[in-house]
Antibody, heavy 121, light 111 residues
Framework: QLQLQESGSGLVKPSQTLSLICAVS??????????WAWIRQPPGKGLEWIGN???????HYNPSLKSRVTISVDRSKNQFSLKVNSVTAADTAVYYC?????????????WGQGTLVTVSS | QSVLTQPPSVSGAPGQRVTISCTGS?????????VHWYQQLPGTAPRVLIY???NRPSGVPDRFSGSKSGTSASLAITGLQAEDEADYYC???????????FGGGTKLTVL
């Protein structure tokens, strides 16, 4: 059974860079041609899609975050990562990684358990 | 403000039927893009409940059903149970944003 686990800095200072890793277990990221995504949820609020990485390594980001976000993959470690630079308090959220299931409109399954990142000095 | 609009809250007594709406526009649901639904229990990650408008993954009870018409979609829950108390989110794609989009979420309270 495929499992995803987020890890990274839980506290980031304003203007610095948020860095997270999503470790994939129970299967290889390189098989199946799947797309891998990051989604976030500010405390007490709804979900926001951040971006994704396709099997060919290309990326697609939410236009609202595009200038500050980078998603990359390390297939040798079976993990992918998220970087958000120039963070502010508005970037405080639980960050989830997920696999996208290919369909006419992709859906997300499974999800990692999520990791809380707080932006504060 | 979310691109897809959901009621902030709905409620129902055990055994009753409730519906949660998800209203979009011509650039998302109205463009014939599929809608998916997720359930988020308190303190946990979302899990898919309905995919492709009306399909249930294995393990999801048939008390949950989905439909879509025009620029809106709906999630129906029949035979309401205490364990259904959770937040529910719809998800689709918006062509003007070129992004996957979620509804603002609906909190279901079982009275």
């Amino acid at each position: 059974q495929l499992q995803l686990q987020e890890s990274g800095s839980g506290l980031v200072k304003p203007s610095q860079t948020l860095s997270l890793i999503c470790a994939v277990s129970g299967g290889s990221m390189s098989s199946g041609g799947y797309t891998w995504a990051w989604i976030r949820q500010p405390p007490g609020k709804g979900l926001e899609w951040i971006g994704n990485m396709y099997a060919d390594g290309s990326t697609h980001y939410n236009p609202s975050l595009k200038s500050r976000v980078t998603i990359s993959v390390d297939r040798s470690k079976n993990q992918f990562s998220l970087k958000v630079n120039s963070v502010t308090a508005a970037d405080t959220a639980v960050y989830y990684c997920a696999r996208e299931i290919p369909s006419s409109i992709n859906w997300f399954d499974p999800w990692g358990q999520g990791t809380l990142v707080t932006v504060s000095s | 403000q979310s691109v897809l609009t959901q009621p902030p809250s709905v409620s129902g007594a055990p055994g009753q039927r409730v519906t949660i709406s998800c209203t979009g526009s011509s650039s998302n649901i109205g463009a014939n893009y599929d809608v998916h639904w997720y359930q988020q229990l308190p303190g946990t990650a979302p899990r898919v409940l309905i995919y492709g408008n009306s399909n249930r993954p294995s393990g999801v009870p048939d008390r949950f059903s989905g439909s879509k018409s025009g620029t809106s979609a709906s999630l129906a829950i029949t035979g309401l149970q205490a364990e259904d108390e959770a937040d529910y989110y719809c998800q689709s794609y918006d062509s003007s944003l070129s992004a996957s989009v979620f509804g603002g979420g609906t909190k279901l309270t079982v009275l």
